[in-house]
């Protein structure tokens, strides 16, 4: 028997809305859409995706899954993300090499530092 990664699901107060704000940051497709659900790509081929799933609830403590990204520019990619909504939260990590931020719903997300040489 073997897996494959399909996708993450997120629960979203608003999936087109949130779903698209994704789509922008990471440069992805869109491959679904209805009222309920909005699913995007790194392709229309390429798995896995975000799928984003309405509930009728907003979110009400920290995440127990996030996503952790990790750029070429940390500064650049934060500043980036920073100016098309995300906003910097503190989950409690202290002083770390990389930096928290938060999408438009809450969910919060990791940019890591440069990879080393």
């Known amino acids: 028997m073997t ?9 979203s107060v608003d999936p087109t809305a949130l779903g698209q704000w994704w789509a922008e940051a990471l440069g992805w497709v869109v ?21 984003f799933v309405r509930i009728y609830e ?12 990790r750029p070429d520019d940390q500064e650049a990619e ?6 098309h909504g995300a906003r910097r939260t503190d989950i409690g990590q202290g002083d770390q090499p990389w930096v928290v931020l938060a999408d438009p719903e809450g969910n919060e997300f990791c940019v890591l530092s440069q990879p080393r040489p």
């Open 3 to 11: 897996l494959q990664w399909e996708q993450v699901v997120v629960h």
């Open 31 to 51: 491959v679904h859409s209805s009222d309920d659900e909005f699913e995007i790509r790194p392709a229309p081929d390429r798995l896995p995706g975000l799928e």
């Open 58 to 69: 907003s979110k009400k403590a920290k995440s127990r899954l996030h996503l952790d990204f």
């Open 78 to 83: 934060v500043a980036r993300l920073l100016a």
